[in-house]
């Protein structure tokens, strides 16, 4: 049973330029959520997606856009790159019920670089 | 925005000693998760805490849930250098779906 794969693994921008980063959920689950993580700080809610939809958002700027498949992937792009946008990109992946109780499993990341 | 604030930052500890890690709110969350996170990889998810005065063990890994379901501790017992990593507590609001990650705790058992 293959958990959540994201890729890239590292990728390398320059500033103004645009990216695409994608996720597989792990098997069973239908939401996908997106994470930014600077060095040295917790995981930073970006948005979720659930039926093709986005669900909810965090505090960041629509730059940041996302998309999810009807095979439940997701992708997140980000458009006019920053500095600042230097991080660990992680996508988790949850089934959308009460039991679950908003339990979330992450994938390995993807580790941005803008230069 | 929810914050959750950890502490310590920064752990360095011996082997064999044990230690507890706290996690602490102002606001009140339907569950809480504790996630261990190796260097260049994602949060792995230890435990998951929905009642308040929960207490759930897990081998040397002891999680307890605030009475108020604010606050949450993390308790290990003899701690070995396979512990070492960074511990991360994540909070769901009611109703929201998304995790209020805290600043998370640096471990570093030294053998």
């Known amino acids: 049973d293959a958990g959540v794969t994201q890729s890239p693994t590292h990728l390398i921008k320059t500033r103004g330029q645009q990216v695409t980063l994608r996720c597989s959920p792990k098997?069973?689950?239908?939401?996908v959520s997106w994470y930014q993580q600077a060095l040295g700080q917790g995981p930073q809610f970006i948005f979720q997606?659930?039926?093709?939809?986005?669900?909810q958002r965090g505090n960041f700027p629509d730059r940041f856009s996302g998309h999810q498949f009807p095979n439940y992937s997701s992708e997140l792009n980000v458009n006019a790159l920053l500095l600042g946008d230097s991080a660990l990109y992680l996508c988790?992946?949850?089934?959308?019920?009460?039991?679950?109780?908003?339990?979330?499993?992450f994938g390995p990341g993807t580790r941005l670089t803008v230069l | 925005t929810q914050l959750l604030e950890q502490s310590p930052q920064f752990l360095s500890i011996q082997e064999g000693e044990n230690l507890t890690v706290y996690c602490n709110s102002s606001?009140?969350?339907?569950?809480l998760q504790w996630y261990r996170q190796e260097p260049g990889e994602g949060p792995v998810l230890l435990v998951t805490?929905?009642?308040?005065?929960e207490v759930k063990k897990l081998k040397r890994l002891t999680f307890q849930f605030g009475d108020a379901r604010k606050d949450s501790s993390l308790h290990i017992t003899a701690a070995q250098p396979g512990d070492t990593g960074l511990y991360l507590c994540?909070?769901?609001?009611?109703?929201?779906?998304?995790?209020?990650f805290g600043t998370g705790t640096r471990l570093t058992v030294i053998p």
């Open positions: 988790a992946s949850s089934f959308r019920d009460r039991v679950s109780y908003n339990e979330q499993f």
């Open positions: 098997s069973g689950h239908d939401t």
């Open positions: 997606y659930y039926e093709e939809e986005e669900r």
């Open positions: 606001s009140v969350f339907s569950s």
């Open positions: 805490v929905v009642t308040g005065g």
């Open positions: 994540a909070g769901a609001g009611s109703g929201a779906n998304n995790l209020f």
